[in-house]
């Protein structure tokens, strides 16, 4: 029985240790995470040379749909970056996920609404 107490002793103590470290880790990727400003650069050229070829140079639609703010507007973001992550079944929208990192792709998505990818 004393080991049982000892058991749940050790649970209460340990829950808000994981907690907290659960927290600090994901304050720390989300302050971290920010492109370099060269990385931006690169990323911005894959929007415009690599996503363009589909979705028009000037990213208005073409084999896929616009990429525009306006297009984008009241588009859940999280929806825009699964889409840029794991791509479209049955179209030819690839996933992008094995190429590119989770923030390159939350910075791309970020970088179309702001309406700043204008080549």
Sequence with gaps: ???IIVLGARKRVLTPFIVLLCAC???GAAT???P???RQDELRNLLHQDCGSCHGMRLT???GPALTPQALHGKPRELLIATVSDGRPNTPMP???PLLSQSDIAWL??????GENRP
Excluded: E, R
């Design 61 to 63: 639609g073409g084999l």
């Design 109 to 114: 998505v970020n970088y179309m609404i702001s």
């Design 25 to 27: 880790l994901s304050v």
């Design 95 to 97: 996933p992008w996920k």
């Design 32 to 34: 971290a995470d920010t």
């Design 1 to 3: 029985m004393s080991q």
């Design 36 to 38: 370099s400003s060269a």
